[in-house]
């Protein structure tokens, strides 16, 4: 009998998978930290005998080469990736036995990258689940738009054509187990659910229900931006990464870190928004570790710089850390742990800037500076009458850009606009952090513009 486990990676939004039967696996699209699998299949008590990719991913760095070094699994890639590395060319129509009349059929998805494999999994020739990585997700597909721009277009049309011929040749009772789509930036559009069949697709999916100039129009007209790190992960995916190495890094001291501010480095206080608005270190960002830590860090790092992290545990730090391998910033510079006045050198006070909801700032005068750090999609559909806007990702770059006077900063639930009150309280701009829903605006009785112009 076979058995599929899964294997969540939340704060990427991602799924791998561990499937077998009683002696032997094969892991799918396994995660940088690959610790986690090893533990899965230890308690399955089972040999990983192969490691495959369904594409060379351009949102995290992937850990099956590592995986398939260290437990001597075949590397299963698709033959028209271009990697740097040995490993096992995969083409359409190959089979490989997983375990005792368990079987894994290629299949050919082009779309998300023109490379795109998806695997079929058998048993006993009875097809019992399809892993379909970046190809067919729940109730969408993976955007086509990373790869290449000259290629978008014809990658989206090539997604249609992978979905329906997924469509046609499973079964309606099929499991569809994607890699991306819930919470991924890799996917069009987020998940509904965390289950489906092909047989629901075929109602549900744009890919299997609208005509293909119609789901390319459609596709390409919700394309949201793309985390600037993307750029780093196909290329190091195709060289094939270094082994994760999740050792603690050097600890620091308030002096130390009073030195790294003033060099230029960031310095990244991985503790709750909340503690972090009532006393912080004067210069360092905000990024909670319980948040999108590795999304929006590693967005918003110039590539390559120095990171020094500063938890209130050896438990927050290591969860950090092993986020942030995930997307390939892979050493902090230096750490610590504890408390603002363990970090700030003798003599010296924390900072901190007050935090307010969508009623306080209703009660502010007409002319208060109102910053939305929302994604562009996001404020399409309505936005404080009046207000600034700066999408988070892009405020780094942009704080000249944000008017003189006391900035209120809100996005959608609070997250983002500690991280962007972080990033302006280091400017030494007066800052608000508004942590709040954005659903409580209306309520609260400020103006609204709905859709069409988002300036």
């Known amino acids: 009998m076979f058995f599929i486990d899964t294997i969540e990676t939340e704060g990427l939004g991602n799924r791998s998978y561990l499937a077998g039967g009683g002696t032997t696996a094969v892991v799918v699209d396994p995660p940088r930290d690959i610790d986690r699998v090893l533990s899965a299949a230890a308690l ?18 992937t850990g099956g080469l590592d995986l398939a070094r260290l437990t001597g699994a075949a590397y299963l890639v698709p033959a028209a990736a271009r990697v740097s590395f040995a490993r096992t060319p995969v083409a359409d129509g190959d089979t490989v036995g997983v375990d005792d009349g368990i079987t894994l059929r290629a299949l050919a998805t082009p779309g998300h990258t023109p490379h795109h494999t998806s695997y079929v999994l058998q048993e006993d020739g009875r097809i019992a689940a399809v892993f379909t ?23 989206a049309r090539a997604q249609h ?42 109602t549900a999916n744009d890919a299997l229900v609208k005509d293909v100039d119609s789901f390319v129009a459609g596709l390409l007209a919700g394309l949201d931006d793309v985390p ?9 995916n195709a060289a094939g990464p270094t082994p994760v190495d999740l050792a603690a890094p050097p600890l620091t001291d308030a002096a130390d870190i009073a030195a790294r501010l003033a060099a230029g480095e960031w310095v990244v206080d991985l503790r709750n928004r909340i503690a972090f608005a009532a006393g912080h270190v004067a210069g360092s960002f905000n990024f909670e570790a319980d948040g999108k830590i590795a999304t929006y860090l590693a967005w918003m790092i110039p590539w390559g710089k120095p990171v020094t992290l500063l938890a209130d545990s050896p438990a927050q730090l290591a969860a950090a850390q092993r986020e942030l391998v995930r997307v390939g910033i892979d050493r902090p510079a230096a750490a610590a742990t504890g408390t603002p006045a363990d970090w700030i050198p003798e003599g010296h006070t924390p900072r901190a800037f007050p935090r307010a909801t969508f009623a306080d700032l209703a009660e502010q005068t007409p002319g208060t500076v109102v910053l939305d750090v929302r994604r562009d999609s996001e404020r399409a559909a309505a936005f404080i009458t009046g207000s600034t806007h700066i999408p988070v990702h892009d405020l780094h770059r942009r704080l000249a850009d944000v008017p003189a006077g006391t900035v209120w900063v809100h996005c959608a639930g609070g997250m983002r606009a500690g991280i962007a009150a972080s990033l302006l309280d280091a400017a030494g701009r007066d800052v608000v952090a508004v942590d709040d829903s954005f659903d409580a605006a209306a309520r609260a009785g400020l103006p ?3 859709g069409g112009h988002t300036p």
């Open 44 to 61: 399955r008590g089972v040999r990983i005998s192969h490691v495959v990719e369904t594409h060379v991913h351009n949102d995290y760095v």
């Open 133 to 155: 990585g970046g190809s067919l997700l729940i109730g969408s597909v993976g955007r086509p738009d990373l790869v290449e721009p000259r290629l978008t277009a014809q990658l």
């Open 161 to 202: 054509a992978s979905a329906h011929r997924l469509a046609a040749e499973l079964p309606d009772e099929t499991p569809v187990l994607p890699t991306h789509g819930f919470g991924s930036f890799c996917s069009s559009s987020q998940a509904e659910g965390d289950a489906t069949t092909i047989g629901k697709e075929k």
């Open 228 to 236: 600037a790190y993307y750029a780093h992960m196909g290329p190091t």
């Open 448 to 450: 609204l513009t709905s």
